[in-house]
Nanobody, 115 residues
Framework: QVQLVESGGGLVQAGGSLRLSCAAS????????MGWYRQVPGKQRELVAA???????NYADSVKGRFTISRDNAKNTVYLQMNSLKPEDTAVYYC?????????WGQGTQVTVSS
């Protein structure tokens, strides 16, 4: 079992920045990769950014150059630094951890970008 707790969401004006954090606990040694997804009502959850155990990162085209995913292994925490935020970034952001073929999810944190 892996538990994920997110923090850092909120309301920000367009062009602003936020940093999301995701703290993992439990069977963390089994985690292969972690990532951030987002979802808006009526749409499918989509990948925003991911980072493997080896440090390889992957980003959605819509956030490349604006968002940065990183991790602190000592704190078992993954971060998503979001800069130059746009209204279309408004969504619930979910932390994800992959363990073998299974995915664990956090409870989600709301990010709202006002124009």
């Amino acid at each position: 079992q892996v538990q994920l707790v997110e923090s850092g969401g909120g309301l920000v004006q367009a062009g602003g920045s936020l940093r999301l954090s995701c703290a993992a606990s439990g069977s963390i040694r089994r985690i292969n990769a972690m990532g951030w997804y987002r979802q808006v009502p009526g749409k499918q959850r989509e990948l925003v950014a991911a980072i493997t155990i080896g440090g390889i990162t992957n980003y959605a085209d819509s956030v490349k150059g604006r968002f940065t995913i990183s991790r602190d292994n000592a704190k078992n925490t993954v971060y998503l630094q979001m800069n130059s935020l746009k209204p279309e970034d408004t969504a619930v952001y979910y932390c994800n951890a992959g363990v073998g073929g299974y995915h664990y999810w956090g409870q989600g944190t709301q990010v709202t970008v006002s124009s």
